[in-house]
């Protein structure tokens, strides 16, 4: 079969694709899971758009919710859909907004300059992790450098803003990283769909 019918979105080097042999095995396991994740952080960041963000308590309770949210579906999908490839980068991604979460929702009355520069140190940070994993790693390189460079400029934005500017772009700056992840997810589960079809039609 040509190289092209099974390079998708995923790897010039589709043969030597870790996720190659696991899709062998449970193909629709894994690829069905990336991709559920994949719409729900789409699901999560039109859900922060379409309710903006409030002023006082109620700011670091959506704030909060929304980040916990996509902790335990990062973390849980980096141990188990994710496992064949980025499952560090993801719980690290996960862990990450947890802790954000947490300090959003117990001190909602914090204060807006303390919880828009929380956030944008989150993006930051996080943006700074993807971009170190994408240089190294040899999968999904070109997404995982994008979404990175992006994080951190949405997070430098929040960082060097004022509080008043900082919450009116609030949500949709969570939108904007929370949306751009789920489309990179939902193109590399339909990738590895068309990989593990690929894979089956040649056993």
């Not at 991604?93 to 520069?117: D, K, M």
């Not at 900082?166 to 990738?191: E, N």
């Amino acid at each position: 079969m040509p190289r092209e019918e099974l390079d998708p979105a995923l790897t010039p080097d589709v043969e030597k694709d870790p996720v190659v042999a696991a899709l062998a095995h449970a193909p629709g396991k894994i690829w069905g899971w990336i991709l559920a994740y994949g719409i729900f952080l789409l699901v999560l960041g039109l859900l922060i758009l379409t309710n903006p963000i409030a002023t006082g308590v109620a700011t670091g309770i959506i704030v909060g919710i929304t980040l916990l949210l996509y902790g335990v579906a990062a973390i849980a999908a980096g141990a188990t859909s994710m496992a064949h490839r980025g499952r560090w980068v993801e719980i690290a991604l996960g862990v990450l907004a947890l802790i954000a979460g947490l300090f959003a929702l117990f001190n909602p009355v914090v204060g807006a300059l303390s919880l828009v520069w929380a956030i944008g140190a989150w993006l930051g940070i996080a943006g700074v992790l993807q971009i170190a994993w994408a240089l190294k790693a040899s999968h999904d390189r070109g997404w995982r450098l994008f979404m990175g460079a992006l994080d951190l400029v949405l997070g430098l934005i929040l960082l060097f803003s004022s509080p008043a500017t900082g919450l009116a772009f609030l949500a949709v700056i969570l939108m904007i990283s929370f949306a751009v992840r789920g489309v990179f997810l939902i193109v590399l589960a339909l990738g590895m769909r068309k990989v593990g079809n690929a894979v089956r039609s040649r056993l």
